[in-house]
């Protein structure tokens, strides 16, 4: 079992900044790559973006490449995903994940484990 923990959500301004952050904790060597997706009202979860556990390899989303960028802390088991630019169409709960499969992903149906989200609200 893994467990992730998101924080740092909250309410910012049309071209503000935010930074999440996922605290992964249990089998944490079991996981290969963690990712971001996120969830507007009355839409279908998206990719954000991704990176390998232990290597080097990140992905993100059409959407958000340019304006977001995802690193890792493995000492402190930790993945975050630093935001600016934010637009209201960034407002979305945002979920970390981790995926236990050996091919980075961005299909959110192959991450195995899934923490409780973040709420993300961008005025205009």
């Known amino acids: 079992q893994v467990q992730l923990v998101e924080s740092g959500g909250g309410l910012a301004q049309t071209g503000g900044v935010l930074r999440l952050s996922c605290a992964a904790s249990?089998?944490?060597?079991?996981?290969?790559?963690l990712g971001w997706f996120r969830q507007a009202p009355s839409k279908e979860r998206e990719f954000v973006a991704a990176t390998s556990w232990t290597g080097g390899s990140t992905y993100y989303g059409d959407l958000v490449k340019d304006r977001f960028t995802i690193s890792k802390d493995i000492a402190k088991n930790t993945v975050y995903l630093q935001m600016k630019s934010l637009k209201p169409e960034d407002t979305a709960v945002y979920y970390c994940?981790?995926?236990?499969?050996?091919?980075?992903?961005?299909?959110?149906?192959?991450?195995?484990?899934w923490g409780q989200g973040t709420q993300v609200t961008v005025s205009s």
């Open positions: 994940a981790a995926r236990m499969g050996t091919v980075m992903s961005t299909n959110s149906a192959q991450y195995d484990y």
């Open positions: 249990g089998r944490t060597f079991s996981v290969n790559a």
